[in-house]
């Protein structure tokens, strides 16, 4: 088919040109003298994306689980307890691997469309008298039911708990699209990745480690290799990597955090957010419902739509992708079948939000689904008209 096909899963997203240009170089010598010219200052500039002044960023050739493991595997020990909430897929996935690792998993179940129970949360860390907890686990951005969870609540839990737990967040959908503060949400370890904010192909686990947590790992007892952070600090601190790095990733690195800082960062969240409310308008001009349970869960990355009793959202997006060239997200695990999901993040506007929706309203017309034509894309057009033209002012002034 003609044309270049829509992708609107949510990761991985659209690759900018800059950042395919910037990956499609020769082989370079990665213990080349003038490598830490390049190197260093990228360390620098990544670390602005998580907001942080005192963390160490890691660049770990893996996907976000392997983050997850680092994290694990550098600060804690067999045996530690952790507490995590599991409200979707992914937040589901991380727990699963702290019960693999042979940790201690309190983990408190949520409806799927809700966030972290930050009141749940409080209590058990106020109840821990003996500090058994040894990390929280925080998904910042949940991608299978697009909700997002509030990790400064979870911060104030801990501090009004006087708490001394190391807190872990899982960014991987949220970094460099949904504002964060890692210093001042104390946040110990953020993991994320390069497919999604960052705008690149898969392949980067992008870490950002607090001083405390670096100095966990010297009590730390779990076995770990590949992923030690103390190989990484020998040779980072010098520009280069303890095995042969991926540097054809780390020049799209480049490319991506310069795209995200000249655009600046609070004009990338509010970009985000503008994006993700016209889809939430035409979600609600369709007469359909979102998965994320209320607004203070809504998601500015992704949306997971569910569709009326009866209709399978798998064979919506089968259809969408053979019909219409595009591709939508599917509903993982306990939403399977019942949710699609638009991602709306990374190398997006408004007029690609726009093909996303004509494509996913012309699907379910195409099987029934009882909506309008024209009415979720007009809803859409009109908020985005008022929306960029608000932007567009503020940005002149």
């Given at each position: 088919?003609p044309?270049?096909r829509?992708?609107?899963?949510?990761?991985?997203t659209?690759?900018?040109?800059?950042v395919r240009l910037?990956?499609?170089?020769?082989?370079?010598d990665?213990?080349?003298?003038d490598?830490?010219?390049?190197?260093l200052?990228l360390?620098?500039d990544v670390?602005?994306?998580?907001?942080t002044d005192?963390?160490?960023?890691?660049?770990?050739?893996?996907?976000?689980?392997?983050?997850w493991e680092a994290a694990m595997?550098n600060?804690?020990?067999?045996g530690d307890?952790?507490?995590i909430?599991?409200?979707?897929?992914?937040?589901?996935?991380?727990?699963d691997?702290?019960t693999?690792?042979?940790?201690?998993?309190d983990?408190?179940?949520?409806?799927?469309?809700e966030g972290?129970?930050?009141e749940?949360f409080?209590e058990?860390?106020k109840?821990?008298?003996?500090?058994?907890?040894?990390?929280v686990l925080?998904?910042h951005?949940?991608t299978?039911t697009?909700?997002?969870s509030?990790?400064?609540?979870?911060?104030?839990?801990m501090?009004?708990?006087?708490?001394?737990a190391?807190?872990f967040?899982?960014?991987?959908s949220?970094l460099?699209?949904?504002?964060f503060?890692?210093d001042?949400?104390?946040v110990?370890i953020c993991?994320?990745?390069?497919q999604?904010?960052?705008m690149?192909?898969?392949g980067?686990?992008?870490?950002a480690?607090?001083?405390?947590?670096?100095?966990?790992?010297?009590?730390a007892?779990?076995?770990r290799c590949?992923?030690d952070f103390?190989?990484?600090?020998?040779t980072?601190?010098?520009?280069?990597?303890?095995?042969?790095p991926p540097l054809h990733?780390?020049?799209?690195?480049?490319a991506?955090?310069?795209?995200?800082?000249s655009e600046?960062?609070e004009?990338?969240f509010?970009r985000h957010?503008r994006l993700?409310?016209?889809?939430?308008q035409?979600?609600?001009?369709?007469g359909?419902?979102?998965?994320?349970?209320?607004p203070k869960?809504?998601s500015?990355?992704v949306?997971?739509i569910?569709?009326p009793?009866?209709?399978?959202s798998a064979a919506l997006?089968?259809?969408a992708?053979t019909?219409?060239?595009?591709?939508?997200?599917m509903?993982l695990n306990?939403v399977?079948?019942?949710?699609?999901r638009?991602?709306?993040l990374?190398?997006l506007n408004?007029i690609?939000?726009l093909?996303?929706?004509a494509g996913?309203?012309?699907?379910?017309r195409?099987?029934g689904v009882?909506?309008t034509?024209g009415s979720?894309v007009g809803a859409?057009?009109e908020y985005?008209r008022?929306a960029?033209a608000?932007?567009?002012?503020k940005?002149?002034a």
């Amino acid at each position: 088919m003609p044309g270049q096909r829509g992708l609107f899963i949510p990761g991985p997203t659209n690759v900018p040109q800059a950042v395919r240009l910037a990956m499609d170089i020769s082989m370079e010598d990665q213990r080349a003298p003038d490598l830490p010219s390049f190197t260093l200052p990228l360390f620098a500039d990544v670390k602005k994306v998580f907001k942080t002044d005192t963390a160490q960023v890691f660049l770990f050739p893996a996907s976000g689980t392997g983050g997850w493991e680092a994290a694990m595997t550098n600060t804690l020990s067999p045996g530690d307890k952790v507490l995590i909430a599991r409200f979707g897929q992914f937040s589901l996935l991380w727990a699963d691997m702290c019960t693999r690792m042979g940790l201690e998993v309190d983990v408190v179940d949520v409806p799927w469309g809700e966030g972290v129970p930050v009141e749940i949360f409080a209590e058990k860390l106020k109840a821990d008298k003996a500090h058994a907890y040894k990390a929280v686990l925080v998904t910042h951005n949940e991608t299978a039911t697009g909700v997002t969870s509030d990790v400064a609540g979870v911060r104030k839990a801990m501090d009004d708990a006087h708490h001394p737990a190391l807190l872990f967040v899982d960014a991987v959908s949220s970094l460099a699209s949904i504002d964060f503060h890692m210093d001042e949400w104390k946040v110990d370890i953020c993991v994320s990745g390069s497919q999604k904010g960052f705008m690149m192909p898969a392949g980067l686990a992008i870490l950002a480690v607090s001083e405390k947590a670096l100095a966990a790992r010297k009590a730390a007892g779990m076995r770990r290799c590949y992923f030690d952070f103390e190989d990484m600090m020998k040779t980072n601190k010098d520009g280069f990597f303890p095995y042969t790095p991926p540097l054809h990733m780390l020049r799209a690195l480049r490319a991506a955090t310069d795209l995200l800082l000249s655009e600046g960062l609070e004009n990338v969240f509010a970009r985000h957010h503008r994006l993700a409310e016209g889809v939430r308008q035409a979600v609600s001009a369709w007469g359909l419902r979102l998965c994320a349970a209320a607004p203070k869960w809504h998601s500015d990355t992704v949306s997971a739509i569910l569709l009326p009793e009866g209709f399978d959202s798998a064979a919506l997006v089968r259809h969408a992708y053979t019909k219409y060239h595009m591709s939508l997200g599917m509903g993982l695990n306990k939403v399977a079948g019942k949710v699609f999901r638009i991602g709306h993040l990374g190398d997006l506007n408004e007029i690609m939000c726009l093909q996303a929706l004509a494509g996913a309203e012309m699907a379910m017309r195409d099987l029934g689904v009882p909506v309008t034509a024209g009415s979720g894309v007009g809803a859409a057009i009109e908020y985005y008209r008022g929306a960029t033209a608000s932007s567009a002012l503020k940005n002149a002034a």
